[in-house]
């Protein structure tokens, strides 16, 4: 697990959720567990996160992410192999 | 602030995030915006049968995004019909949403060229291919809009083109969140749009006043002369400026009032304006100030002579002291970052302060003329004794004539852009003035005033409505160009006539819409009037000041002569 990848990940959810600082973001959250976690609030997310990163992912990518950690993975593998 | 503006937007592909950042735009040009989105794809149902979230939001501005609608037009068998079908649920959806909210304005988007060529670049596509169906869909849109009529068309397809459609369309998004543009097109195209919206309200600007060293020409020309100055095609830079002045001329002839404002010796800086490769020349300037006077003492006598107000006035200067100085001391006055001269034009160009929401008229054309007559009028005030031994020496006449379908174009734009002398502010739709015209003894003139220096144009329009007892003004609107020449005091009399005919009073409006501060002028000076009432009934029989006006109508407008022409 990259801390520093999941720390940004967090952080860009909070601000477009603007969930409470009582919901936790972990490896294991799921847009389900964060309210205002919905499809538009997703692409902001998204867009976000690959801005900070300078990634850009596939459809099929994005499509597979189910948690935050999966979201951390694949943004972390990528931004190592520069692309 | 000015009044809120409420969009709603229909689209069938997402729009939160146009919406979003429509509203940010619109709040940065100090106006209070709020959205409303119909429910995903549903831009069709919501414009015929509205819900009542939708009813509830009083929209004034609706907005209807459907950029992939065009998809099935080159693929169909029949791509003519399916074009022609596209159109027309388009049209009806118009009018639905014009009988539900008839305030609103309807802003319809184009549809952008993503650039698919199946067989490739050239002009041996077939003849439905995805080029030319674009093009035509597109081309077909404008005809149909103009001749419905109240239905703006946002040029989308331009800003497309523009950007390039690989930086314009995310397919990504597109494919996963059904969100058509990329956050960078978004955000251009909301720009364009609050554009567009802004000045639907506020009217579009109307002077541009050009610095002239290093903005029309490179060089300074009080030090290295008319010969020195760089301009035309013997220099990369010298291009460019030639370049940037074919645009204010194009500007120019279309419209918009030309001004120099310049810091030099009056001679030297005339001098430019001769030089074989000038595209500008003297006549293309309504005004030309040049001195050593800070630029905000010319910019606010431009704007007193020329009688426009200084929030319609766009001024460019290469000097980063002369902008701030214009910004610190005249904030209402639009002062843009053109950055070097190679990029002037495509960035004067992206900020669309020219754009309207009505079209170009036969007035547009010739404007700085008009402007160029009135400074010479101005000259001729002070040999006369008294204003009005001034305003017989003009030999003034109007001619009226009655607003019908034909001759709508003028009169919409009129009511659409003029702000100073305008009874109540309200941009009524081409529609909505045929629709008060199409009542029993309603009543629409347009009015053209010509003196002895020329054709001033048609440039005041009345649209009143008969009711029980009264006729209730409309709308009535006078360009600014001829405040204090008695036009609209001859018009008041017209109107009496009218009234006295039938045996009813004129009312009208006593609306401060914070800009038309010379239309409340006039009205506080007519006989009887009452600052204290909303409503303002006048007799026909009141007395009103004569003006040295000749009256020229058809028989139509008035069957009383005797009581309009003095």
């Known amino acids: ?83 | 602030m000015s009044n809120p503006v409420r969009v709603a937007l229909l689209g069938s592909t997402t729009t939160e995030f146009i919406g979003r950042c429509l509203c940010d735009q619109l709040t940065s040009e100090m106006m209070t915006a709020s959205d409303y989105h119909a429910d995903y794809g549903r831009w069709f149902q919501e414009s015929l049968f509205p819900s009542q979230a939708f009813h509830d939001f009083q929209p004034n501005v609706i907005y209807l995004h459907c950029p992939n609608l065009w998809e099935r037009v080159p693929t169909h068998s029949n791509p003519e019909a399916a074009c022609e079908e596209l159109l027309e649920s388009l049209v009806v959806a118009w009018q639905s949403l014009r009988t539900h909210f008839p305030e609103a304005l309807i802003i319809q988007e184009n549809f952008p060229d993503l650039g698919l060529r199946p067989f490739g670049f050239s002009n041996r596509g077939p003849i439905w291919g995805h080029a030319r169906a674009l093009a035509r869909l597109n081309e077909r849109l404008l005809e149909v809009a103009d001749k419905k009529g109240n239905t703006l068309v946002h040029d989308a397809s331009s800003i497309c083109t523009r950007l390039g459609a690989s930086h314009y369309f995310d397919s990504r998004r597109y494919f996963l969140f059904k969100v058509f543009e990329s956050d960078f097109a978004t955000s251009v195209l909301s720009h364009s749009l609050a554009r567009l919206i802004v000045s639907h309200y506020r009217g579009p600007k109307k002077l541009l006043l050009v610095d002239l060293d290093n903005t029309l020409w490179g060089g300074e020309i009080g030090e290295i002369g008319v010969e020195g100055i760089e301009l035309g095609p013997d220099t990369p830079t010298g291009e460019a400026f030639a370049a940037f002045q074919s645009y204010l001329r194009y500007l120019s002839k279309h419209g918009v009032v030309l001004g120099a404002v310049s810091k030099n010796d009056p001679q030297t800086a005339l001098q430019g304006l001769t030089h074989p490769h000038s595209i500008l020349h003297r006549e293309d300037f309504a005004v030309f100030k040049a001195g050593w006077q800070p630029k905000a003492d010319y910019i606010k006598e431009a704007c007193t002579e020329l009688r426009l107000s200084p929030d319609s006035c766009v001024f460019i200067d290469d000097s980063t002291f002369e902008r701030a100085e214009v910004r610190a001391r005249l904030p209402m006055v639009a002062v843009p970052e053109l950055g070097e001269v190679e990029e002037f034009v495509s960035r004067l160009d992206e900020l669309n302060y020219f754009g309207g929401s009505s079209a170009t008229t036969a007035e547009d054309l010739g404007r700085t003329e008009l402007y160029r007559m009135e400074g010479l009028r101005q000259a001729e005030v002070g040999k006369h004794a008294t204003y009005m031994d001034f305003l017989k020496s003009l030999n003034a006449r109007v001619k009226i004539e009655e607003v019908t379908e034909q001759n709508l174009t003028r009169v919409h734009q009129l009511v659409q852009k003029t702000n100073q002398f305008n009874m109540n502010g309200k941009r009524l739709s081409e529609q909505q003035i045929l629709e008060i015209l199409s009542k029993p003894g309603s009543w629409g003139v347009q009015a053209e005033l010509s003196d002895k220096f020329g054709n001033a144009g048609k440039v005041s329009a009345v649209i009143m409505e008969l009711t029980d007892r009264v006729y209730k003004v409309r709308s009535w609107v006078m360009s600014c160009r001829v405040l204090q020449r008695g036009l609209e005091w001859a018009l008041l009399r017209v109107m009496l006539s009218i009234c006295r005919e039938r045996g009813v009073a004129l009312q009208l409006e006593n609306v401060d819409t914070s800009k038309n501060g010379r239309f409340r002028e006039f009205l506080s000076a007519i006989p009887g009037f009452d600052p204290e009432l909303d409503r303002f009934c006048l007799s026909y029989d009141t007395e009103i000041t004569d003006y040295p006006i000749i009256v020229d109508h058809p028989e139509s407008v008035v069957s009383n002569h005797e009581s309009v022409c003095p």
């Open chain 1, 1 to 83: 697990m990259n801390q520093s990848v999941l720390d940004e990940v967090a952080k860009a959810v909070r601000e477009v959720t603007r969930c409470a600082p009582s919901v936790a973001i972990g490896p294991e959250t799921t847009a389900t567990d964060v309210p205002g976690w919905d499809s538009l609030a997703h692409v902001t997310i998204l867009a976000k996160v690959e801005k900070r990163f300078g990634v850009r992912l596939s459809l099929a990518e994005i499509r597979g992410l189910k948690t935050v950690d999966d979201l951390v993975r694949v943004v972390t593998l990528k931004s190592r192999n520069g692309i």
